[in-house]
């Protein structure tokens, strides 16, 4: 069954470095996602994904944050100067549409820990 | 605005025993879809379930059903026959027609007693 993948499953780094976290959506979906998770709390949704933009953003994805498809299957989230506040899991989704009908699927995420 | 209210922070089950897990929603959209994801101890999010708002149908899945009653705004996930393997924290999600996010629940914490 396809799935999305995620590298790498945990990454440390120091504060104020760059980081980009990598996904695989599934190879037939449309619309990609970012969501974190702080330790503890619920899941908070990062930013939207179609036609190479960007269709909808939170308040958390700030200046701090970009995305990118640089080719046809990877979907990259850069964060310039990570926070400590930023160490969370950070969870990649696809769906085939854009309507709520269609179900997103998770990737298995990946921890961030920012020290 | 939308919110989603899961009021039970954890809940401790006899193995094989159905359980209930409660999820209340808001929103002002009439078209919307709602999602029940497990979250075991590893940390990935596994869909289990799907309800869109126009289905008749409470929606089914194996041993999970989605008790809709879209009246009370309520979307109550049941797992029959419950089995160790079930525990984990439950997400109740849901998402609107005008909106790419799914919000999500704070989460109920399932923990199945041998």
């Known amino acids: 069954e396809p799935e999305v993948t995620q590298t790498p499953s945990h990454q440390v780094t120091q504060m104020g470095q760059e980081v980009i976290l990598r996904c695989v959506p599934i190879?037939?979906?449309?619309?990609f996602y970012w969501y974190r998770q702080i330790l503890g709390q619920k899941v908070e949704f990062l930013v939207s994904?179609?036609?190479?933009?960007?269709?909808?953003k939170s308040e958390i994805f700030d200046d701090q944050f970009s995305v990118e498809r640089p080719d046809g299957s990877n979907f990259t989230l850069k964060i310039r100067s990570t926070k400590l506040e930023d160490s969370a899991m950070y969870f990649c989704?696809?769906?085939?549409?854009?309507?709520?009908?269609?179900?997103?699927?998770f990737g298995p995420g990946t921890r961030l820990t920012v020290t | 605005a939308q919110k989603i209210t899961q009021t039970q922070p954890g809940m401790f089950v006899q193995e094989k025993e159905a359980v209930t897990l409660d999820c209340t929603y808001d929103?002002?959209?009439?078209?919307?879809?709602l999602f029940w994801y497990k979250q075991p101890s590893s940390g990935e999010m596994i869909f289990l379930i799907y309800?869109?708002?126009?289905?008749?149908q409470n929606a089914t899945e194996g041993r999970y059903s989605l008790n809709f009653q879209k009246a009370r705004k309520s979307a109550n996930l049941v797992i029959s026959a419950s089995q160790l393997g079930d525990s984990a924290m439950y997400f109740c999600?849901?998402?609107?027609?005008?909106?790419?996010?799914?919000?999500f629940g704070k989460g109920t914490r399932l923990h199945i007693l041998p």
């Open positions: 989704a696809s769906s085939e549409e854009g309507t709520d009908a269609y179900e997103q699927y």
């Open positions: 190879s037939n979906h449309l619309y």
């Open positions: 994904f179609y036609n190479n933009e960007i269709s909808e």
């Open positions: 929103t002002s959209d009439p078209s919307y879809g």
């Open positions: 309800q869109g708002s126009y289905d008749q």
């Open positions: 999600a849901m998402r609107d027609d005008r909106d790419d996010k799914i919000i």
